[in-house]
């Protein structure tokens, strides 16, 4: 069974920190392109950031540029986003996916395959 999970959310002050993880049972990640998501509620589901399978290429959201960094080990079969100098407006729940296929810009939710149950992340003082 293919699955993504995703850990690492919780609460934090502006201006913290945090490190998403999001693993893989079941299969490899090394030949996914995987991404980055975030939702809140009534809202669609935003790209945040994006990276290759070889870890090469990466996208970010003009929103988290600067801020957020995406990041892969493949012999660990884990995939991480580094969220930094957090803001009230980066709350929402996220999500990691992983794609093969390749269609699509690699920031567009509908390109992907797979996708994790989400994890809260709560920026508030």
């Known amino acids: 069974q293919l699955q993504l999970v995703e850990s690492g959310g919780g609460l934090v002050q502006p201006g913290g920190s945090l490190r998403l993880s999001c693993a893989a049972s079941?299969?490899?990640?090394?030949?996914?392109?995987i991404g980055w998501f975030r939702q809140v509620p009534g809202k669609e589901r935003e790209g945040v950031s994006c990276i290759s399978s070889s870890g090469g290429s990466t996208n970010y959201a003009d929103s988290v540029k600067g801020r957020f960094t995406i990041s892969r080990d493949n012999a660990k079969n884990l995939v991480y986003l580094q969220m930094n100098s957090l803001k009230p407006e980066d709350t929402a729940v996220y999500y990691c996916?992983?794609?093969?296929?390749?269609?699509?810009?690699?920031?567009?939710?509908?390109?992907?395959?797979?996708w994790g149950q989400g994890t809260q992340v709560t920026v508030s003082s």
């Open positions: 996916a992983a794609d093969r296929r390749l269609i699509g810009s690699c920031m567009f939710s509908k390109a992907y395959e797979f």
């Open positions: 079941g299969f490899s990640l090394l030949y996914y392109r």
